[in-house]
């Protein structure tokens, strides 16, 4: 999977369309750009609790990113992540790494991530 | 309880603790994935086990008009709201549960609530204690009644770590005005991430609705679940207090510059024709809906404008009882419950901008219902709508 660098924390909800993975928060830099099936690095998560049904329903559609890879744990993606796994059987791992793993992944890397959830450039 | 567990074991909570009460932001429809998830909740015969308030959905079910849109994906957003309440959580549809005289927590009580603006007016203003409960959670804590004892439900986390303390340079009018606090709250957000900050340098005794602008436009800029404003929130009476008797980890200076900047960027397009004012977001308390009224005086919405206020279900029929949901009505305005205009198609679609005077509002309606945002103070969202025309007053904000 490819690695997407968003410069800004995302609130999925308000920032993602899960119809089609499209970036619309108007205030985000990256505005346009494409999560479906990436593996999106992110310092951290922002804004709403609705993020936990957007990554659900983003799932079901078949729009989710590939991973969630993250700076700090967060709570509302790593709950939509798994209920969208219990209802659905597909998993989007939500992984927490440190500064210097999550600078090392630059924008476009090719990743794949372990069954123990590590990340390794592909 | 697998949510519940699953979460505890995500934040390495040793334990469980019981809670007193639920905020439920699931109820929104955002997909067939919310019907998939609620469905298997009610086959599996789970019911809420703590008093539960119920978020915005996607439908005013008091006034179905309002909506437009499919009326297939109309009929699943009102199924998603009713199987909610069939779960035996009460049908308050409405982001500012903390405005129910008997949904409000008390100081120091443990709740889960969902909504990012009602977690961080749940914290600060009420001192009640919650972490940041996303859409399932809230409902997996609402039936279990149990939550990981971790983050803010611990006085330790509530600690203020970052001190932001108003510059010199920004006039003491303006730290009075109702035009500061959602600018406030989007710096605040930038500013704080995820962390607990504290606010210096606001008179002491800032009013509800003024904190709750504050926390909405925090909670959408970034992921802020509680602040402190010294002499106003509970837990800060002092600066010391909110800093827990400890030296602050670091103190920043929140300069006029940075403020009018952030004003600014909440307008997306500042030369458009006036079509719509939205206000309410969080949802219009009494005192609001009675402060518009009192703007308006007797006067009408322009022809040209429509002018919607969003509200709570419960707050509407108090201000029906008192009269001012009629001198609203009679003057033009529409009153909206139950939902939100950016999450839903209920402004007539017009070749205009939109006046706000909700930073949440701003920040989100561009992204969500493609809206041409013009952000405004209240009375400046009043007079605007009066006139036909954007009104903006930025005499408060210091010279250009």
């Given at each position: ?13 308000g920032?993602?369309d899960?119809?089609?993975?499209e970036?619309i928060d108007a205030?985000?830099?990256?505005r ?91 | ?267 997306t397009d500042?030369?458009a024709?006036?079509a719509a ?64 205009s950016y999450?839903?198609p209920?402004l007539?679609p017009a070749d205009g901008a939109v ?9 989100y309606a561009p992204g969500n219902i493609g809206a041409r945002v ?27």
């Open positions: 999977m490819r690695v997407l660098v968003l410069d800004e924390p995302l609130s999925l909800w920032g993602m899960p119809a089609t993975g970036l205030h985000h830099p990256q346009g750009a494409n999560l479906a099936g990436r593996a999106v690095v992110m310092r951290s998560a922002r804004g709403s609790s609705s993020s936990a049904s957007v990554l659900a329903e983003a799932v079901r559609a078949g729009t989710a990113p590939a991973a969630f890879l993250l700076g700090e744990p967060d709570l509302i993606l790593a709950v939509g992540a798994a209920v969208a796994e219990e209802l659905y059987g597909r998993m989007v791992p939500v992984i927490v790494l440190r500064a210097d793993e999550l600078a090392a992944l630059p924008d476009g890397a090719e990743v794949r991530i372990g069954p123990d959830g590590s990340v390794h450039r592909a | 309880m697998q949510i519940i567990l699953r979460a505890a074991e995500a934040t390495g909570a040793g334990r469980l603790i019981d809670i007193s009460g639920a905020h439920v932001d699931s109820c929104l429809y955002h997909g067939r994935a919310s019907l998939d998830f609620v469905d298997r909740l009610l086959d599996g015969g789970a019911r809420v086990s703590v008093p539960t308030t119920l978020n915005v959905g996607a439908l005013d079910l008091l006034h179905p008009e309002l909506v437009r849109g499919d009326p297939e994906t109309n009929a699943r957003g009102r199924r998603v709201m009713e199987r909610y309440r069939e779960l035996g959580a009460r049908p308050t549809y409405t982001c500012a549960p903390y405005q129910l005289a008997d949904s409000r927590p008390a100081l120091g009580q443990q709740v889960a609530w969902g909504e990012s603006n009602a977690i961080a007016f749940c914290n600060s203003v009420l001192g009640a204690r919650t972490n940041r409960y996303g859409d399932f959670a809230d409902i997996a804590a609402a039936i279990t009644g149990r939550v990981p004892d971790t983050g803010l439900h611990r006085t330790a986390a509530r600690r203020a770590t970052l001190v932001l303390q108003l510059a010199d340079d920004v006039p003491e009018a303006l730290r009075d005005d109702d035009a500061l606090f959602g600018v406030l709250g989007i710096v605040l957000g930038r500013r704080a991430g995820s962390a607990v900050a504290a606010i210096a340098g606001l008179p002491p005794g800032q009013p509800e609705d003024r904190l709750k602008a504050i926390g909405a436009a925090a909670a959408s800029s970034g992921s802020v679940a509680m602040f402190h404003v010294v002499g106003s929130t509970p837990e800060a009476p002092t600066l010391d207090d909110a800093l827990q008797h400890r030296p602050a980890e670091a103190t920043e200076e929140i300069r006029l510059a940075e403020l009018r900047a952030a004003r600014e960027a909440l307008t500042a030369g024709p006036l004012v939205s206000l309410g977001t969080p949802h219009a308390s009494l005192d609001e809906l009675e402060r518009y009224a009192a703007l308006l005086d007797g006067r009408s919405i322009h022809p040209d404008v429509e002018c919607l206020v969003s509200t709570g279900r419960d707050i509407l029929s108090a201000a029906d009882e008192r009269g001012t949901a009629r001198r609203l009505r009679d003057a033009g305005v529409e009153l909206l419950t139950d939902t939100c999450l839903v209920v007539r006046m706000t005077d909700s930073g949440k509002w701003a920040y013009v952000f405004a103070s209240m009375a400046e969202c009043i007079a605007s709508a009066v006139a036909g025309r954007v009104i903006r007053d930025d005499s408060a904000w210091g010279p250009a």
